[in-house]
């Protein structure tokens, strides 16, 4: 475990970025030093209930209350277990809460020594089990109650300043006596400095495109990237334009490449890394027009720091048609293909208008066949025929009528 020494820090450290990216502001530091930029937001959480309660106790000045260990559910699903160090604010169901420095502790009362606040909780429940708690202590029918009600209240006594009065469970009150009195100074847990952020959140394109220029960052050499998309969409280095397979190092500039002929759609680029919050971390209320309990975790854990971005892209544009191949000139677009003699008739057959009209000449060599302005001859000269006799007719019938009157 590393470790660093009290007093106080003069710079904010660099925390956990828990989401997608870090802010900076600038901040005036503890004990007067000039403005430099703030810490990044530590982990956050939610205070989700009650895991343990213990006794109630009775202070010296008359005053009772409950003990209790909280349960603060980390954004990453985590929950981790937490005592109160404020004596005098109460805890506000659903209450948000992020992680800060002790130096910023916001609630009543003046820390006499944060460092012996640690102490205890590396000396004591639940670090320490029962058993081993009660023959430390010498409270021999020490449980479990009496172990987080003893605990508790050793707490309040370096952040608030409390005392226990006599009037308080024999057990309890042996267990607040011995981590009141062997308490010392003993450094705090220096979170390690984990960060890690994928700027920007989203970026947009078109099929057949590399979406984007994400920048990763992160306190690691290297973290694994994942990308969640259609089949052929692959992470490409920017850089190098190589694909990027396995660990994402430091500082590295990324697109997502996407195929041509995907449909419109999405994909999703995530990292992460996990950490150690170590016991002893504060957490105070994010709202403070709405006061809560300010909680110290009473157990250390492994948490989680993500980061990710989305890409979104529409169809790309469609391919032009394939031209058709050159040896097939009569498909070529464009061309109207001119009718052969041979593959069109120069005749089609035509009902005569006489029965007795010839179809073709059937001299010894064989002519052509009648068509046309000469078959429209033939027939004209036929009706001129049949009139005139028709004519002849009609003048030999008169003839005869003529002859038979007389």
């Known amino acids: 475990m590393s470790v660093t020494s009290h007093p106080l820090p003069a710079t904010r450290r660099s925390r956990a970025v828990t989401k997608v990216a870090a802010t900076a502001a600038a901040a005036t530091l503890a004990l007067g030093l000039a403005a430099a930029p703030a810490a990044a937001e530590g982990a956050t959480g939610e205070y989700v209930g009650n895991a343990e309660t213990g006794h109630k106790v009775h202070t010296t000045d008359g005053k009772t209350v409950g003990t209790t260990l909280f349960n603060l559910k980390l954004d990453d699903g985590t929950v981790l277990r937490t005592y109160c160090i404020d004596f005098e604010t109460n805890i506000r ?54 172990a987080l009600s003893g605990t508790q209240a050793a707490i309040w006594h370096f952040s608030n300043g409390i005392k226990l009065g006599g009037n308080n469970d024999a057990e309890t009150k042996k267990l607040y006596d011995y981590l009141v009195d062997n308490a010392v100074e003993e450094p705090q847990s220096q979170e390690p400095d984990t960060s890690l952020s994928i700027t920007p959140a989203s970026a947009e394109g078109k099929a057949g495109e590399t979406i984007g220029e994400f920048l990763l960052e992160t306190s690691a050499d290297s973290v694994p990237v994942k990308l969640s998309g259609p089949e052929g969409a692959k992470l490409v280095d920017l850089g190098s334009g190589e694909e990027i397979g396995g660990d994402v190092a430091n500082g590295t500039k990324f697109g997502v490449a996407i195929p041509e002929d995907a449909a419109a759609g999405e994909a999703g680029v995530s990292a992460s890394i996990s950490t150690q919050l170590h016991m002893g971390r504060l957490f105070k209320g994010v709202d403070k027009d709405k006061p809560t309990q300010t909680l110290i975790a009473a157990e250390s854990q492994e948490i989680s ?30 061309e109207t293909p001119s009718p052969s003699p041979s593959e069109t008739p120069d005749t089609k057959p035509t009902p005569s208008e006489s029965p007795e009209a010839p179809a073709e000449d059937d001299d010894d060599e064989g002519g052509l066949p009648v068509t046309g302005a000469a078959l429209g001859g033939l027939v004209a000269a036929a009706v001129a025929a049949l009139g005139a006799g028709a004519a002849v007719m009609y003048l030999s019938r008169k003839r005869r009528s003529s002859s038979s009157i007389s």
Do not use: C, I, M
């Not at 169901?93 to 130096?103: C, L, S």
């Not at 460092?115 to 639940?126: C, D, R, T």
């Not at 979104?312 to 000139?329: C, H, L, N, Q, R």
């Open 305 to 334: 720091t993500d980061a990710g971005a989305k890409v979104s892209w529409t169809e790309g544009t469609a391919p032009s048609p394939s031209p058709t191949p050159s040896d097939t000139p009569s498909e070529t677009p464009g």
């Open 93 to 146: 169901g659903g209450a948000a809460y992020e992680e800060d420095a002790w130096e910023n502790y916001p609630g009543k009362g003046d820390f006499s020594s944060p460092a012996k606040v640690h102490w205890v909780l590396q000396h004591s429940y639940p670090k320490v089990d029962v058993a081993a708690l009660a023959e430390a202590s010498g409270a021999a029918g020490l449980d479990r109650k009496d």
